[in-house]
């Protein structure tokens, strides 16, 4: 059985930061099952955050995690990270890590999917 297993999540103060982890069992990240973070405001849909490009290995930011945002990935905890910097409101969400094939900036569909995690940021 496949499972993402996200966490970090929490309240935060504008302007501070935040570690997001998720660590997956019963699949190994790599080309395959690409990590990456999406998220989803309420009322909103849910958009993509940062993710690894299967093609060659190297993380993608959108727009929203430009210069702010960091992605990176242990292999051998086979864990993805998300650190946030500079938050705003604007941020809060629920934070979901994902894994499958990845080409961004194109959205795919992915194939695995974690609960989710909150991150709320307060003024």
């Known amino acids: 059985e496949v499972q993402l297993l996200e966490s970090g999540g929490g309240l935060v103060q504008t302007g501070g930061s935040l570690t997001l982890s998720c660590t997956a069992s019963?699949?190994?990240?790599?080309?395959?099952?690409?990590p990456g973070w999406f998220r989803q405001a309420p009322g909103k849909e849910r958009e993509a955050v940062a993710t690894?490009?299967?093609?060659?290995?190297?993380?993608y930011y959108f727009d929203s995690a430009k210069g702010r945002f960091t992605l990176t990935t242990d292999n051998a905890k086979n864990t993805v990270y998300l650190q946030m910097n500079r938050l705003t409101s604007e941020d809060t969400a629920v934070y979901y890590c994902?894994?499958?094939?990845?080409?961004?900036?194109?959205?795919?569909?992915?194939?695995?999917w974690g609960q989710g995690t909150q991150v709320t940021v307060s003024s």
């Open positions: 690894i490009n299967s093609l060659d290995g190297q993380p």
């Open positions: 994902a894994a499958g094939r990845s080409y961004p900036p194109y959205v795919v569909p992915s194939a695995y």
């Open positions: 019963g699949l190994i990240f790599d080309d395959d099952y690409a």
